[in-house]
């Protein structure tokens, strides 16, 4: 079903691909890592691909470095007022328009990845220029709802051009049911494709996270994966797996919360030191690369309890890895849960606790783990996706090109 059309196939383009980040450090979560693994399945389809993206790092500082081990040119440049950037999500970079500006007629094709980003407005008005196809895939950031925070802030990108970006590209790309619905009422005329982001498979590692927490070969690890602030419900979890501990008087399940402060690490602190169980929480910091395959590995569920998200990357790294989760509604991961291979819950502590006392029975989480898996092998193969997006180029890219 995911074919191109025989006069595609006849007339089939060697595309180059320019997908531009507003960041490449991986701390920022799954934007980077499905670009990435995007890019690296394009060049595989003999497309030429270069991805421009800007120095900022964890914390507003500028000291990332460029990875050198992928198979496609990245181009790095300083960004303006890293730490506004950070904080505020303010990103700006003449450097990112002078660059595309010089190298403009080198691309068929451009592709946004995020949305609230300055910078886009100027670019995306240079490609109308040029006519230059673009695309745009928000990452689930197109939502002014009160849950996901900044409200003021996005209607004032929106009304500066971000709104008038939207409309003007050749397609939004959305990665979820849910996000292209919520799309659609925002942007009727808007021309709205959904497609899951393309998540590559955990490899398998060395690394043992038990061995380097001190932890008995038999001890059960549970983690979360992300930023650590009110938006992913990690002060719930860490509220529902105290109660379920002192409910049940578990004696070997342990939770590792991984990724890098967003202002509430010091509230789950006094929380972990404030309980009976302090030993038992663990604070990882940020895991990218293998770390971050071997935690997943480790662990027997993963918890995310997201107030608002577009569609969790890392849900999908799970799954990938025999993984399930213990999501809320709000993850959109319908689909997933459908499948047995999820576990869905609300926020309220009771509740949580309840849920992780049956996901943590050996034969359901192993059950789930397989249909996860499954889940991951039919929904989110690299190639088929891949197939996908290049039909999506293909056939909305001939709309602003003279060479389809």
């Known amino acids: 079903m995911y074919n191109l059309p025989k006069y595609m196939l006849k007339s089939r383009l060697q595309l180059r691909l320019l997908y531009i980040l507003p960041y490449l450090d991986p701390s920022f979560g799954g934007p980077v890592s499905t670009t990435l693994a995007l890019a690296k399945e394009m060049v ?76 886009y407005i100027v670019i995306g008005l240079l490609c109308k220029w040029y006519h230059i196809p673009f695309f745009i895939t928000p990452h689930g950031s197109f939502d002014f709802s009160p849950a996901r925070g900044k409200v003021l802030l996005k209607k004032l990108y929106y009304h500066l051009g971000i709104g ?37 498979a955990i490899s398998p590692t060395s690394i043992s996270w038990k061995k380097k927490l001190h932890l008995s070969p038999r001890s059960r690890c549970i983690i979360f994966l992300g930023r650590l602030y009110s938006l992913k419900g990690v002060e719930e979890l860490v509220d529902g797996f105290i109660f379920f501990v002192n409910a049940t008087k578990d004696k ?98 009771p509740s949580v606790a309840d849920a992780l006392a049956t996901i943590l029975r050996p034969k359901v989480y192993r059950q789930m783990g397989k249909q996860a898996k499954r889940w991951y092998q039919s929904m989110y193969s690299p190639s088929i996706l891949a197939l996908r997006y290049e039909k999506m180029y293909y056939q909305l890219g001939r709309r602003t090109s003279s060479r389809y």
Do not use: M
């Open 252 to 349: 070997t399940t342990h939770l590792l919360l991984a990724g890098p402060d967003a202002g509430l690490q010091s509230v789950l602190e006094l929380k972990r030191v404030a309980s009976s169980i302090s030993s038992r929480i663990h604070f990882t910091g940020t895991v990218t690369g293998r770390s971050k395959a071997a935690l997943i590995r480790d662990a027997i569920c993963l918890c995310l309890l997201s107030k608002s998200e577009g569609f969790p990357t890392v849900v999908v790294e799970a799954a990938s890895a025999g993984v399930p989760s213990l999501c809320t509604q709000e993850c959109n991961v319908n689909s997933l849960f459908q499948t047995r291979g999820a576990f869905l819950t609300t926020r309220d502590t």
């Open 164 to 200: 008038w970006l939207s409309q003007a590209a050749n397609g939004i790309h959305a990665i979820s049911e849910p996000e292209k619905i919520n799309i659609k009422k925002l942007l009727p005329r808007g021309i709205v494709i959904w497609l899951p982001n393309l998540v590559p």
């Open 44 to 119: 595989t389809r003999k497309h030429h691909v270069t991805v421009l993206a800007t120095n900022l790092s964890e914390g507003g500082k500028s000291l990332f470095q460029v990875p050198k081990l992928y198979p496609f040119k990245i181009v790095v440049v300083p960004t303006l007022l890293p730490l506004l950037a950070w904080r505020f999500r303010l990103f700006f970079s003449w450097e990112q328009i002078w660059w595309f500006w010089l190298h403009h007629s080198q691309f068929d094709i451009v592709h946004f990845q995020d949305y609230y980003v300055l910078t």
